[in-house]
């Protein structure tokens, strides 16, 4: 069977993306201070900076009220901050999709903020009971400690309300996927060094088998290292057929196997084990899910019951310039070779043509009868012309301008319908100019 659970890396995105592992970890290191703090105390330094005077001069009495008084603001602002996350996380729900809500569990800001107060009042509580004991009555080090820490989590909660704010908006939403996403692409494109696979690299001509899924969920991982060493042990061609972000069911082809007619249970659950099964989708190692988040604003701003086509066009410059980013940096899909260049495994991983294929026919089929929209579509074809100049996208790209200027001509007014074939021929002739005249 196909593991289910992630590796290290997909364990990690998962503790990062909860609401308690980051806010955890600072109530402990609050204990740990709080301990660490008493500890100079108890070893002379209260004593030490009571000639100091105010606030080091501090009472028992007057000590044990002020951090009363600070640890009860801090679990009332704890519970301000946790509803203010609800009605953020409500509100990002119903205006920018629910897809977005592991976006905003993931915010460091707001982890940080519900951790910072949590783990000063665990401070504050831990300082109060060691007040009024022996052998130090009033541990300064920690209560003024105790009182710059509540002036700090006031000053970060300013921050933070600011944060709030700003991630509400969405277009400031959109912008941080578009600007993840360009960065992924960046990083990605770097780390494939092999040159892409064709068609005829495949040994049609050798015995082949289809090795199926046996497992329902979507594709969160897939080792590639793990398929390339089984690939090359049994001198095999493997045709990976799935990507990150699939859904399958036990039914499901994996991949095809060139050299055997069959495949041995030991090497299919070899070939399984590479695949990671989760229950949801997530961009921890999918682009296209970032891809996807950006047309589903579109398409919700687009819909009659939003009618916000100002923000369907933010998202379609910023796909245009996450598939540019894609061209530039030559994003290929992986595939992995022996040294002497000979193929061993050709994968479906994320690449330019199908981030093309993707984006604007989605973006078409939910934006036809918008003819500002179409227009700025054919205008984005436009901007990638150069770009595509050297790349076997450009069919791809003048495909898709034929579709949406076709269907956005289609029961228009005549002066929106001659603008739209305007734009056609200029987009045609800025690919003539870039060379793409034969295509």
């Not at 009042?121 to 004991?133: D, R, Y």
């Not at 310039?321 to 002497?340: K, N, Q, V």
Request: include cysteine; aromatic fraction near 6%.
């Amino acid at each position: 069977m196909i593991a289910q659970r992630g590796h290290v890396a997909r364990l990690l995105h998962k503790l990062l993306s909860s609401f308690w592992f980051v806010p955890g970890a600072m109530v402990v290191a609050g204990f740990a201070a709080a301990a660490g703090a008493l500890g100079l105390d108890a070893a002379g330094v209260s004593e030490a900076l009571k000639p100091l005077g105010p606030p080091f001069d501090i009472t028992a009495d007057a000590a044990g009220k002020l951090l009363s008084t600070l640890a009860g603001a801090m679990v009332t602002v704890v519970s301000l901050v946790f509803s203010l996350t609800l009605v953020t996380l409500t509100v990002a729900a119903g205006n920018l999709g629910a897809r977005l809500l592991e976006r905003y569990m993931q915010n460091t800001v707001t982890q940080v903020t519900m951790g910072l107060f949590v783990g000063a009042f665990v401070f504050m509580v831990v300082v109060l009971s060691a007040v009024g004991s022996v052998p130090t009555e009033v541990p300064r080090l920690s209560v003024v400690l105790a009182l710059l820490l509540s002036i700090f989590s006031v000053a970060w909660l300013m921050y933070a309300f600011h944060d709030l704010a700003r991630s509400l908006q969405i277009d400031q939403a959109a912008a941080a996927i578009a600007g993840s996403l360009r960065q992924r692409i960046g990083a990605v494109a770097a780390a494939r060094q092999a040159a892409p696979a064709h068609p005829g690299e495949l040994p049609s001509d050798r015995p082949c088998c289809t090795v199926r899924a046996r497992a329902c969920g979507y594709v969160e991982a897939i080792d590639w290292k793990a398929l390339w060493a089984a690939a090359r042990s049994d001198a095999l061609v493997l045709d990976v057929t799935v990507a990150q972000g699939d859904y399958l069911t036990p039914a499901d082809p994996l991949l095809t196997v060139y050299g055997v007619g069959e495949a041995g249970e030991d090497l299919a659950t070899a070939l399984r084990a590479a695949f990671t099964l989760g229950e949801l989708r997530t961009d921890a190692d999918d682009l296209m899910f970032l891809v996807h988040l950006l047309i589903e604003i579109a398409a919700r701003a687009l819909s009659p019951g939003i009618n916000d086509f100002y923000t369907a066009l933010a998202c379609a410059d910023h796909l245009t310039g996450s598939i540019a980013r894609a061209l530039e940096c030559r994003l290929d899909r992986i595939t992995l070779r022996d040294d002497d260049g000979r193929l061993r495994v050709r994968t479906r991983s994320a690449d330019a043509a199908r981030m093309v294929d993707t984006v604007f026919p989605a973006l078409r089929r939910n934006g036809m009868h918008n003819v500002t929209f179409a227009l700025r579509l054919i205008a984005s074809v436009e901007r990638l012309a150069p770009l595509a100049a050297d790349h076997p996208v450009a069919p791809a790209l003048l495909r898709n301008l034929d579709e949406i200027a076709d269907h956005a001509s289609a029961g228009v007014h005549e002066i929106d319908r001659a603008a739209i074939e305007s734009a056609r021929t200029r987009v045609r002739e800025a690919f003539e100019r870039a060379g793409l005249d034969e295509i």
